[in-house]
């Protein structure tokens, strides 16, 4: 199992496959269940390494407020404690920040794939989806707004599964407070100097970063292909996996 320190702070992260490497930043407050349908379809032709985002899982909780430049720089100690010099970022949210930060700041990236994020703190509020992790009902409540109307009506057992897997991984509140703080000023000044190959994924019905931020994204960045999930929520990923994983593989097998 193993862990790096950052700062005085212990991050968790696991590994597996073989090939290139996938790193996975995860959304604001949500541990590492949120990557269990990628892992799955990634693993083997590609080595996934996916990291509990400080205050959350096995990770420390933060000992201050977090900034995305922070999270960056987990992200770096995790590929450099790792022996991994370059990978292909995915991230969702916040997480999608992390990685335009990474881009914008490192050598360390192939390609980007942007899962409902934006090119800056203001055009995402997650404040719904959050919940104590002893606050059953309201994670479910939180997976609601973060899900599509129709996933929630359909998928009720897969929602109980969701609030347990939060439950046992999600940040608490204070922790949750200072990764929110890290949307709080960021912004991609300069998009068109972040050249690295991207593909912009995001629901059409994502209630927490709407798809107008989405698409931004894709026109700014200049190497950018945008896949809109049609019904999806804020979690396209989890909710839209297969249909994800399909398009994620197949832009990493062209990068």
């Known amino acids: 199992m193993p862990y790096v320190n950052t700062d005085g702070v212990s991050l968790y992260y696991e590994a597996d496959g073989d090939g290139e490497a996938v790193l996975c930043c995860g959304d604001i407050g949500l541990g590492a269940w949120q990557w269990g349908w990628q892992h799955a379809a990634l693993a083997g ?32 100690e ?68 973060a899900l599509s109307r129709e996933f929630v009506d359909e998928q009720a057992d897969a929602l109980t599964q969701f609030v347990e897997w939060r439950a ?5 509140p204070d922790s949750w407070e200072k990764q929110a703080a890290a949307l709080e000023g960021f912004a991609v000044e300069k998009p ?15 209630r927490l970063c709407p798809i107008a931020r989405g698409r931004e994204l894709a026109d700014d960045l200049p190497r950018a292909e945008l896949f809109e999930v049609e019904g999806a929520g804020h979690l396209a990923h989890v909710e839209a996996s297969k249909v994800v994983n399909d398009q994620i593989r197949a832009f990493l097998d062209t990068v």
Do not use: W
């Not at 068109?192 to 994502?206: K, N, S």
């Open 168 to 172: 046992a991984e999600d940040a608490d």
């Open 78 to 145: 995790v590929l450099r404690d790792h022996g991994v010099r370059s990978a292909h970022v995915v991230g969702a949210g916040l997480g999608g920040m992390v990685a335009l930060e990474l881009a914008r700041t490192t050598g360390r990236v192939k390609s980007l794939t942007l899962i409902g994020s934006a090119l800056n703190g203001g055009g995402y509020d997650p404040e719904p989806m959050f919940a104590a992790p002893s606050d059953a009902e309201g994670l479910r409540q939180g997976l609601e707004a």
């Open 192 to 206: 068109y100097e972040i050249t690295e190959p991207a593909l912009v994924v995001h629901g059409t019905e994502d």
């Open 45 to 76: 032709p590609y080595e996934v390494v996916v990291a509990d985002t400080r205050g959350c899982g096995r990770s420390d909780d933060p000992p201050e407020d977090c900034t995305v430049e922070t999270l960056a720089d987990d992200a770096v």
